[in-house]
């Protein structure tokens, strides 16, 4: 089955005070229709830029794409002009932006914020139309009395109610593809599982693909077929969910899955932790970029000199340095 999105090799940056810093270094994945891709890593490590990436909205004029490939249904964005980007973004890829407390406008009522997505995509030709489509898709997410709602403030609604409304601006249009941008932080446990079944109800009722942002390996392993692992701006490991659970190749993987909750671990005993931090954009060594927190001592040579990335097993890649890969 042909990808419905081929990201190769991305390469992002912002121009800063210190020069030019790549957020995101050499970034390869793909998504099949109907799919749902995780990905996965600490704050900072480059997910949500590679997703503005995608839809070309990175802050402007400090962002920029300098290299790699985004096809979507073949046609290749990077460098594609303004009307075909105003076309694929939101009509074809939406979005769910972090935050659903400061994404939506504290100003506007809800009705005329969801009904500029039917109204700009030129699904609907009149502000009533736009209004009837608004309380159908609102209907559609769960929330109670629309009709009602409409004609309400952000500010009136939970951050749950919130987040409903963000996912009914992403899918007013039915896209193909939806990129969620960590869909349920600052939300209590049981309005995240709500939420992550009305996703995977709708995935399952529009047969859209899924690309779900997330630092909760726990949400990764409940939705997902295949996941991406990135550290510091590059993509350490790539696998299938189960495989990537039930035998993790890089250091950083195994990590991050030693660190979750388990009800086999004595009560009440610290979690592992990986020590140390992330270093900064501009400290970044230009080899293996986790050798400054890896508990194995890495050589002068994997500091300076990239590892490849390379296919382990079918469908699972990782990247292969010597002190942080598992042989198996």
């Known amino acids: 089955m ?32 109907g799919k749902t891709l995780g990905i996965v890593g600490e704050s900072g490590c480059g997910k949500s830029v590679s997703a503005l990436s995608v839809i070309h909205l990175l802050p402007q004029p400090m962002g920029k794409i300098l290299g790699g490939s985004i096809r979507f249904k073949g046609q290749e964005l990077i460098g594609a002009s303004h009307e075909t980007l105003y076309d694929v973004r939101g009509d074809e890829i939406g979005m769910i932006f972090q935050e659903p407390m400061t994404a939506l406008n504290p100003v506007h009522k809800i009705g005329r914020q969801v009904s500029e997505v039917f109204l700009l ?11 009837e489509l608004s309380i159908d898709i609102l209907q559609k997410v769960g929330i109670p009395a629309p009709e009602i709602r409409v004609d309400e403030y952000p500010h009136q609604l939970s951050g749950g109610m919130r987040q409903r409304v963000m996912i009914a601006m992403a899918l007013g249009c039915k896209p193909d593809l939806l990129i ?3 869909p349920t932080t600052a939300l209590d446990v049981t309005v995240q599982a709500q939420i992550l079944k009305l996703m995977e109800d709708l995935q399952a009722e529009m047969g859209m693909a899924v690309i779900l942002i997330t630092h909760d390996l726990g949400v990764i392993a409940e939705s997902c077929d295949d996941v991406v692992v990135m550290y510091a701006g590059r993509v350490v490991e790539r696998a299938p ?10 250091a950083y993987t195994r990590g991050l899955l030693r660190s ?3 009800l086999d671990r004595e009560r009440k005993t610290l979690l592992p932790t990986i020590p140390g931090n992330v270093p900064a954009l ?24 990239r590892p490849p990335f390379e296919e382990v097993s079918p469908g699972h890649w990782v990247e292969k340095c010597p002190f942080c890969f598992d042989q198996g």
């Open 282 to 305: 501009h400290e970044m060594p230009s080899g293996c970029r986790f050798s400054t927190r890896a508990e194995v001592e890495h050589d002068q040579e994997s500091i300076n000199n």
């Open 241 to 250: 969910v189960k495989e990537l659970f039930s035998t993790p190749r890089h």
């Open 2 to 33: 042909s990808s419905l999105l081929e990201v190769e090799d991305l390469v992002t940056a912002f121009d800063t005070d210190a020069g030019q810093l790549v957020a995101v270094d050499g970034v390869s994945f793909s998504i099949e229709k």
């Open 180 to 182: 969620a941008d960590e």
């Open 121 to 131: 995509h030129g699904k609907a030709d009149t502000p009533q139309k736009a209004r």
């Open 260 to 262: 979750m909750p388990r």
